[in-house]
């Protein structure tokens, strides 16, 4: 493989303590537990600590997360989580109240076709521009989501998986019936998503590599988006 005909795109938001997060403990902290300057020895160490939860910055919710029984974050097969994908772009009419329809979906068919099975869907609503203002960007959980309807659409077309450039695909207010639809079927979500809007609406491919957890329900991400410069 000659990666020069390749594009790819840091679908991942930096984590740090400062990015926005569900709410109070879901944050993220990072500390030095041993500095170069305490090593004896020639070579020298910087030790670092991590705490954190696992649904924190651009993360992967694995069936179980919301479903008894549901696949776990390290049993997701590598062909669900290296597939192709779309991108949704509803940026220039969401709002804080808005939940992508079915006539979304329809919209973006009438111009690129019906999604193709296992293809992951990406919404791109434009929120991530307040990323770095965490209380914009939580907004006490009311941002831009995906409506039941709209959900079961993406299940009829037997799509890998969801992601969106917020903090969730359902706000709390509607009881969450995007994950309990997705997860239930066997799908995965990915939130928080950076820079899908540098991906073109067809033709591009994800590599989607969560942090291998025995039995997580959630997990950390690194997201990566890869578009073949021969198709352009």
């Given amino acids: 493989m000659n990666l020069n005909n390749f594009t790819f795109i ?4 930096t984590l740090s303590p400062e990015i926005p997060h569900w709410g109070i403990g879901c944050g993220f902290q990072h500390s030095i537990e041993l500095d170069y300057a305490d090593c004896d020895s020639n070579v020298k160490f910087r030790v670092q600590k991590i ?6 910055g651009t993360h992967m919710d694995a069936p ?14 590598l062909e ?6 779309i991108v949704i772009d509803i940026s220039h009419k969401a709002h804080e109240k808005y939940s992508v ?7 973006f068919e009438n111009k690129h076709g019906t999604i193709s099975k296992d293809t992951f869907v990406f919404i791109y609503t434009g929120w991530e521009r307040f990323w770095n203002m ?3 960007y939580r907004n006490n959980l009311i941002f831009p989501s995906v409506s039941k309807e709209a959900a079961q659409l993406l299940l009829e077309r037997n799509i890998s998986g969801l992601g969106i450039d917020t903090l969730s695909p ?11 639809l997705l997860l239930n079927a066997g799908k995965y979500i990915i939130e928080n998503v950076a ?4 991906l073109p609406s067809v033709g591009a491919s994800i590599i989607a590599l969560p942090m291998k957890i025995k039995e997580g329900t959630e997990a950390p991400v690194r997201l990566i988006g890869v578009i073949n410069k021969n198709n352009y």
């Fill in 64 to 77: 179980a997360h919301c479903i008894s029984g549901g696949l776990t974050i390290e049993n997701i097969a």
């Fill in 10 to 13: 840091d679908l991942t938001q």
């Fill in 51 to 56: 705490e954190m939860q696992a649904g924190i």
């Fill in 195 to 198: 820079n899908c809007n540098k």
């Fill in 134 to 136: 965490p209380s914009k």
């Fill in 80 to 85: 669900q989580l290296i597939t192709s994908c």
């Fill in 101 to 107: 329809t079915c006539n979304d979906i329809y919209d």
């Fill in 170 to 180: 359902d706000r709390e207010e509607d009881g969450f019936p995007v994950h309990q």
